[in-house]
């Protein structure tokens, strides 16, 4: 039996969640560009505090980190240690048969937990929520490994 | 012929080595929180810093790095630079239709050479041992590439 | 129909751009390993400045950062923010069957704005460079996760 096509609804929510993240983690990029405009600096490449049609007015302080823009590469570093393994996973979870019901609220459950944790670090809310946000997040990427191991080994 | 299924057991042996390696991956955020936790410090974000249940008596200190916590970071990036590149080649790699015991080894010997790795930068090691177990992971990552290209190439 | 196998020629073009990105990928980190050896330093583990095999004469300032190696650092953190997502958004882009014009098309421009990336990074030339083939690969991201969400929704 094909599990991996849109003909298999476990699969299109796995692809409409899967879809979700990619543009979230992609759009963090952006924030990063959008913020260190607003800011004219928090540059990492000497090359930035050239002058140029982007900078006409370069200063050597464009290249000293700045709070504001590094949140930003935080949640972008969070993003790369988190949301390519429920990718993963999600995929490869598919392939266990699980019930579209359970299947639905794991793969909506994260896309929620993931933009919960989003919120709250770009709201700098305090440290109990962010580690809330991505706990659930965590518990759920364990369960569809679990789930895989047990799918596999009872074959 | 579908390969991606666990019909097909090298797709099998790829399950559990990605669902191992994603355990491995996530566990290594816990880790760090578990050091944060225990050096009650080496935080990043200045919210981390603030009065709350969490942080009953905060340090401004608590925001400086500490190469305990910063061990285990450099752990999470060096497996985001890897573990999904190995998730995605090893999938992939199963379209190939490669012999059970290669691609049983493969996989295998990837995960041993990463939990190595792991062990090596915990214990922190000699350089050499680390520069070791982390080239078998890289040869295997490439072989995999050559692999499907070959296979492609000579549809 | 199974898409996600050799068979189908969409999904062949797929395996070959995947392939490239993974190699490149994998690349960066022999990059910075080539960097680190070049200038006998930059390296960031206590460990590597002790006495040893590929160490022979260590100095305390080899662990300071130095810049030609912190450059690859960033394309290699860079790659994590963007390769995965490719490799896990065209996957699932196989799936939505689209022209084999169209996803070739996508798939090369994608690999080439990700190779001309890496060669204006290595060069530091002018950052409206960086800036640009960045924007075509992110572009190429959002338009597959538009059509997954899009394939999806009127199924």
Redesign the interface.
Known sequence: ??????ENSV??WY??A??IM??K??S???IT?FRMIKVNGGF?????A?K????PRPRPDQLLPD?YVQ?SR?M??N???????F???G??YV??VPGLLLAASLFSTYVLSRLAHFFV?LM?????L??TS?TIG?VI??FM??A??W??LK?
Chains 1, 2, 3 share one sequence.
């Open positions: 039996m094909n599990l991996l096509t849109f699969f299109r692809a409409i899967a879809a990619i543009v983690m992609m963090q990029g952006w560009v990492r490449y000497p090359e930035d050239r140029g049609p982007a900078n709070e949140r935080r972008h570093e993003d790369t240690e988190n949301i390519p393994l990718l993963v996973a995929l490869i392939c266990t670090v700098a809310l305090p440290h109990e962010r580690a991505w965590s990427i364990y490994a679990a895989i191991v799918d596999v074959y």
